[in-house]
Nanobody
Framework: QVQLVESGGGLVQSGGSLRLSCAAS????????MGWYRQAPGNQRELVAA??????NYADSVKGRFTISGDSAKSVVYLQMNNLKPEDTAVYYC?????????WGQGTQVTVSS
């Protein structure tokens, strides 16, 4: 059973920074898509950032503020979040997709105060 464990969430003031980490219990091939999603109360889960074979993709709302990095062979993925805004408040989930499997972490809370 593959496990993803997130860490690094917390409470931060608007304009602050946090770095989320996700450690997997196994290594993945370079074909794996590693990503971060978030879900705010009353909202659907949305993609924040994704990384596959060195290529990145970001939601428009976080471009220029968030950076995803990681290494599937080392089974880690990070999300550096700068200039945080109250609307970034959500539970953040680590995700690894490698066909046909889709793995999720348990989530870590990020709260940004104004």
């Amino acid at each position: 059973q593959v496990q993803l464990v997130e860490s690094g969430g917390g409470l931060v003031q608007s304009g602050g920074s946090l770095r989320l980490s996700c450690a997997a219990s196994t290594r993945f091939s370079s074909r794996a898509v590693m990503g971060w999603y978030r879900q705010a109360p009353g909202n659907q889960r949305e993609l924040v950032a994704a990384l596959v074979s060195g290529n990145t993709n970001y939601a428009d709302s976080v471009k220029g503020r968030f950076t995803i990095s990681g290494d599937s062979a080392k089974s880690v993925v990070y999300l550096q979040m700068n200039n945080l805004k109250p609307e970034d408040t959500a539970v953040y989930y680590c995700n690894v997709y490698i066909y046909p499997n889709n793995y999720w972490g348990q989530g870590t809370q990020v709260t940004v105060s104004s």
